[in-house]
C-alpha cells in the first residue's frame, strides 16, 4: 500500500481537535463520520525529542519538548550546538571576505561541533474511525525524514523542502494508542551527498526540524490522491485532474466534482461527473472540464477564492484555487496577468535565513505575525510580489498570500554560484522526483505565479533535463526562470541582480557614484546571460544593514565610503533608506524589467550575517522609520524618479531636473506635478515648478523642468510631488539631497 501522492492544499473541515499533547487521546465516535467522508487529524502541536548517532536506534528516552511545526532549537530544554554546521561553501566563503584563513578549507562538504547526526520526535494519538488507508502527511522537514509507527519502520522520504507521505495502514492500532515516532536529520550532513540539502554560501546555520504542519488522513477505497486545478479563462473554466488509487478490491465509482465559492461555500455552475472502473491497487488519473458563469478573476487587488469539492464515494476532498492565468511575453518583455501587462512591485524573502535568527521564535509559525507580514505591510508598501528566496515557507504562507493577494516566485532553495562542484554529486533523479514534489505542493496556489529552479547558479541539468521534465506537470503553465542559465522555454523570463554598490568589495581606482545613474538607461547589469526576453530584478542595492545599524561584511566598504567608519546607525539607517529608494525608482522608471524586487524584506540579523533585512523590531514587525519613510514612496503605482543625483548645484545657475514618471494602473493617471526645493530643515520652499500631469494607463511620461537655484547656500531637498487627487495613497514623493554653493572667482564651486 505504498505510493500515496496527495500534495495539494486540503481545506477539508477539522473533525478532530486537541492534538497539541504526547499521547493525547483523539478519538470520536465513528457515527461522527458518515462514510465517504476523509478525516483529517491534526498533529500538531508539542512533541516529545531525543537525539541519536546511528539512523536505526531510537533513544530510550526523551526528554526534552519540542513545538511542531517549528525548528529543534526552539526545543526545551534546549540542546547544546544545534544548528551548528558549516558547509564548505560558507566556509570558502569567509575565506574570500578574509575572515577565516586559506587553512581553513581541508575539502570536506561540512562540519558540525554536533556529537550527533539524528533527531528524533515522538507522541502518540488514537484513530477517531476505522478507514481503508491511513496516510501521515509531513508537509516539510529537514534534513531527510523517517518514520515508524508502533515499532514498525514505515518509509523514508529525502526531500528537505517537499511534502513526505507514509502509508501507516499496515501499522495502525484503530482500536488503541498509536506510538508515531519521526527521526530527522541533525544537520545537512546526515543526508548522502547526492540529495540537495539546499546550498547557501552566506548561511552560517542550518536548522532541523519539522517546520510545517503534520496531519493524518483517513479514507475509505477509492483515496483522492491528488487534484489540480488549472483555470481556462477563455471559457471561463476549470480543468480539474484528478489522481485516484484503490487500495482495495475492484470497484466502480462516480467522481464528481462541484464548484463552490470559497467564502459562502456558495455552488457556481453545473457538477461534472465521471463513471470510473478501479481494479485492485490501480491508480488512473481523471481529467474533467467545470464550467464557472461569470467567473470572477483572481488579482493580488481582487484575491477572489473558489474551492473544488471532489467525491469518490469513498473519500472527498476540497480543493482551494483562484481563476487566475499568469505568463510573460517575451516580445513585449511584459508579465501579464489575466491576458493584461502587469508590473510587479516587492521584495525577495530569505526565510531560512531568518530561521537561524535567535529572533525568529516561533513567529514564522504565528498565523497573526505572518498575516501583518504577508497582507498588512506589502499593502502599505504599496507591494503586490515577492520571491521566495533559497528556501521554501510552510504552507499556511501561501494558503494567507492567496487570500491577502500577492503574485510569488518560488524558488527552489539551490544556490551554488561559483561552488558549480555540487552539481557532480547530486542525482538527476532526485532532483526530479523533488522537483515534482515541489510543483505537486503548490500548484493550486493562485499566489504561485512563477517557478524558480535556483538563485545565481548555472547548471546544465536544471535547464536541459530537470525543468523539462517536470514542467508540463503543471497544467497552468506557470512560467520558469532558473538562476543565470539562459531561459528554457521561449517565454520564460531571466533573472537580475544589477548590485550597482557591490564595486566598493574592489580596490579600483574609481568606483559606482549615484550621480552615474543620469545617463544609464535601466538595461541589465549582472551576471545573468544576455537574453531578449523578460527580465526580473530581484536582488539589487547592496546596502544592508544589521538592525543595531552596523553594515554586515559586504556593505561594510558601502558606508564606509558615503558616511565614514565612525558614523551613528541612525546616519547608516537614513542613508540606506534614501539610496535604496533611488535605486528603486531608477529600476522602476525605465521600464526595462517587468518585476522589481529589492532583497531583502526578511532575513537573518547575527555575527558573520552577509545581508538583512529592515526591521528595528522583527518580532513585532515593525519596520525600520527611515527604509518605510522612503520606500513607501518609491513603490506605489504612480512612479516618480528625479533623475539628478549631483550632490551640489551653483547659486544663481540654470539647472535642468528631468523627471521621469510611470503608471502601473489600468487608468489613466490625471494631475499635476510639482517639483520643488525646501531648506533641508524645513521650511518655506524656495523655488516651486508646477505641469500638469497625464500618463497613460500602464505608460509612462517624462518632463523637463528649468530649475532656476536660488542665491541662499546651504543644505536643500529637492523634491518631485506627482499628485492623482483620486487615489488615496496620493501623492508620489521622489527627493534628493542637494546643497547650493556659490561660484568662485574662476567660475567654479566653492
Known sequence: MDGFKTTRREFTKTLVG?????????????????????????????????????????????????????LVHSANPPFADVDQYQTRENILTMIELKVYPPSEDTGILGRTPQKRNYFWYRRGFRGPAKKHVAILNINKAQFGTAVWLNGKKVGEHLGCFTCGHFNLTEAMNWEGENDLLVRVGAHPGALPEWVPAGTDCQKPLWTPGIYDRVSLDLCDNPVIESVQAAPRLRTSSVLVQTELHNYGPDTTVEVVQQIKTWKGSQPVGEPASQRV??????????????????????????????????????????????????????????????????????????????FGDPLSRQHPWEEAWVRKFLGEIPKSMHWNSFRICIGPAPQMWFDIADEVGLLLQYEYAIWTGEFAWRHDLWKTDELIQEF??????????????????????????????????????????????????????????????????????????????????????????????????????????????????????????????????????????????????????FWRAHRQ?????????????????????????????????????????????????????????????????RVMTINDEYDTAKGNLVLALTPAQGGVEVARLESPLAIPALGQMTYDFILEVPANPGEYLLTASAYWPSKKWSPTVSRRKVAIVQPNKQGEKS
Not at 31 to 60: F, K, M
Not at 577 to 584: E, P
Request: net charge negative; proline share 8%.
Open 436 to 585: 515534482t514534489e515541489f510543483l505537486h505542493d503548490n500548484w493550486n496556489h493562485p499566489s504561485v505565479a512563477i517557478w524558480n529552479a535556483s538563485n545565481e547558479t548555472t547548471c546544465d541539468a536544471l535547464r536541459e533535463k530537470v525543468i523539462p521534465a517536470v514542467r508540463n506537470l503543471d497544467l497552468s503553465s506557470r512560467p520558469w526562470t532558473n538562476g543565470y542559465n539562459v531561459p528554457q522555454g521561449p517565454d520564460d523570463p531571466y533573472d537580475d541582480h544589477p548590485y550597482l554598490l557591490w564595486d566598493y568589495m574592489d580596490d579600483i581606482p574609481r568606483h559606482f557614484q549615484m550621480s552615474d545613474l543620469e545617463s544609464m538607461d535601466g538595461r541589465k547589469q549582472s551576471d545573468s546571460p544576455p537574453s531578449g526576453h523578460a527580465g526580473i530584478i530581484n536582488e539589487y542595492d547592496w546596502l544592508w544593514l544589521n538592525r543595531d545599524g552596523t553594515p554586515t561584511y559586504y556593505s561594510k566598504p558601502v558606508f564606509d565610503h558615503f558616511v565614514g567608519r565612525d558614523a551613528t546607525p541612525e546616519l547608516r539607517f537614513e542613508l540606506c533608506g534614501y539610496l535604496l529608494a533611488g535605486f528603486t525608482e
Open 277 to 354: 472502473h478501479l481494479a485492485q491497487g490501480e491508480a488512473k488519473s481523471i481529467t474533467q472540464t467545470l464550467h464557472i458563469p461569470g467567473a470572477v478573476l483572481w488579482t493580488p487587488e481582487n484575491p477572489f477564492l473558489y474551492v473544488v469539492e471532489t467525491s469518490t464515494g469513498g473519500d472527498s476532498v476540497s480543493t482551494r484555487f483562484g481563476m487566475r492565468e499568469f505568463r510573460f511575453d517575451t516580445v513585449t518583455r511584459r508579465a501579464m496577468l489575466n491576458g493584461k501587462p502587469y508590473f510587479m512591485r516587492g521584495a525577495s524573502i530569505t526565510l531560512h535565513r531568518f
Open 593 to 657: 524589467y517587468a518585476a522589481v524586487m529589492y532583497l531583502a524584506y526578511l532575513d537573518g540579523s547575527f555575527p558573520n550575517a552577509s545581508t538583512s533585512d529592515n526591521f528595528s523590531d522583527v518580532e513585532n514587525l515593525v519596520l525600520e522609520p527611515h527604509f518605510e519613510y522612503y520606500m513607501k514612496e518609491a513603490f506605489k503605482p504612480l512612479g516618480v524618479y528625479v533623475n539628478f543625483f549631483h550632490p551640489e548645484l551653483e547659486a544663481g545657475a540654470k539647472q535642468r531636473v
Open 18 to 70: 486537541g492534538a497539541g499533547l504526547q499521547f493525547t487521546s483523539l478519538a470520536l465516535s465513528a457515527e461522527a463520520h458518515p462514510a465517504g467522508q476523509r478525516i483529517v487529524v491534526p498533529l500538531d502541536g508539542e512533541w516529545s525529542i531525543d537525539d541519536g548517532v546511528e539512523p536505526e536506534v531510537i533513544p530510550t528516552s526523551f526528554g526534552h519538548t519540542v513545538p511542531v511545526p517549528g
